[in-house]
Structures are given as structure tokens and as C-alpha cells.
């Protein structure tokens, strides 16, 4: 299966603390991307980082690609109370299709 | 906030009801899709489609059907609603240039 597993897949936090999420995939890859769900609602697009790739950066967020590993982290840095939220990492295969992990609880705590 | 919209937001429904969750993108996407999720679960892809007359089924056998008459709208049907149906159904749509997907609010099916 093509689906990125999330680690750890629940997390609490202190405001201001940075947080810290993992996904590691099967196969190869086009792209790799995060995605935020807040409670009961759809999914928003963080940021895709693509196969050549190793790090990109997008406000607070940082994100890493190992394809010799097949994993991947996003890094949230000084964490605020309306970052508390699931986290998802998709990756894009040869079929152009996004496979979703099952997400990454993250709690911040005021 | 992206321009995708799902109705209802929520709906409860008694067995064997024909019910159609209905999606539209003002984006101009050709891209469109209905995923199915579980609370606390992963997605799993449903049905597809790239562009009109074009659909697909996904990656998780479901018993609903789609259609694409028109580019920005992409409904989801059941012909008869079981209590297995329940759960969270979300459609989202991509340009063809870079697959970033946009999602709807999603519908949340309660089937008795």
C-alpha cells in the first residue's frame, strides 16, 4: 500500500512548544504533502513537498523528506491553541492519486 | 477557504432510504472526489472522476454510485441506505497542473 503511516498518532502539547510529527510511506513517490482537519470539518492543504526535495519551509511549519527512508516530518514550531487539529500526510504515486495515512492527533494545551 | 461546498451538513436517515450527497466547486476543477472516513480514521477514496462523463470507483468498495453531468458538480448517491453507510463522506477537487486537493465541510450520515 502506498499510504503514509503518521507517528506518533496522538500528541499534547504546551503553547509554545514545538511539535513534532513523522509519516513513513511504502513506495516511490511524486510528492509527498501535509494536510490539517479540525474537528468534524473537511481537510486544508499545509504544504507538498515534491521527491527532489528535502526540506520546505512555510510559516511556522517545517517540513522534511527522506526518500531513501521513505519517511517524512513536519515540525510545528511554537505551537498556539488553534493548531490543535488531526494531521495527515498524503503521498502522490505513479497513479497521480493521494493515498492518506490515518493522521496525527495533536493537542494544545493554553 | 476553498470554493467547495457540501450539502447537507448533516443527515439522519432511516434504512433503505435513497438519499444523494450533493458537491459543488466553483473552481473549475476538472479533478473531483468523495472520500469516506470514520472518526479518528485515515481516508478512504471512493469514487473519482477527471472531468464530465468520467467517473471511477476508488480504492474502498462502496455501494454508492456518482455522476458528472456538469464540471463543478459532482454528486454521491445511495439507492438504499444501511447502517453500515454511516459515517463522515467528503468530496474534494484538484486542477489537473497540481493535485493539492481542496475539501469540503463533508457530510456526516447517520443511517438507523
Known amino acids: 500500500s502506498q499510504q503514509g503511516e503518521e507517528d506518533p498518532q ?48 512555510s510559516g511556522r511549519l517545517r517540513v522534511t523528506l527522506d526518500t531513501s527512508k521513505k519517511s517524512s516530518s513536519l515540525l510545528i514550531t511554537a505551537s498556539r491553541a488553534a493548531d490543535t487539529a488531526s494531521y495527515f500526510c498524503a503521498t502522490e504515486g505513479g497513479n497521480n492519486r493521494l493515498a492518506f495515512g490515518k493522521g496525527n492527533q495533536v493537542v494544545v494545551i493554553p | 477557504e476553498a470554493d467547495i461546498y457540501q450539502t ?82 467528503l468530496c474534494a477537487s484538484s486542477s489537473f497542473s497540481q493535485n493539492i486537493q481542496y475539501f469540503g465541510a463533508g457530510t456526516r450520515l447517520s443511517v438507523l
Open chain 2, 8 to 89: 447537507p451538513r448533516y443527515l439522519v436517515i432511516g434504512t433503505g432510504k435513497k438519499i444523494t450527497l450533493e458537491c459543488s466547486q466553483t473552481m473549475g476543477h476538472d479533478k473531483m472526489y468523495w472520500y469516506q472516513q470514520d472518526p479518528g480514521m485515515e481516508l478512504h477514496l471512493i469514487h473519482y472522476s477527471y472531468g464530465v462523463n468520467s467517473t471511477e470507483k476508488g480504492d474502498l468498495s462502496s455501494e454508492s454510485t456518482v455522476s458528472r453531468i456538469r464540471t463543478e458538480h459532482f454528486p454521491l448517491t445511495l439507492e438504499s441506505a444501511r447502517p453500515s453507510h454511516t459515517s463522515q463522506y
Open chain 1, 10 to 57: 496522538a500528541l499534547s502539547i504546551q503553547e509554545g512548544e514545538n511539535a513534532t510529527m513523522n509519516c513513513s510511506y511504502k513506495t516511490s513517490i511524486n510528492n509527498l504533502q501535509w494536510y490539517r482537519q479540525n474537528s468534524g470539518r473537511g481537510l486544508v492543504h499545509l504544504i507538498l513537498i515534491r521527491s527532489n526535495e528535502r526540506e520546505k519551509h
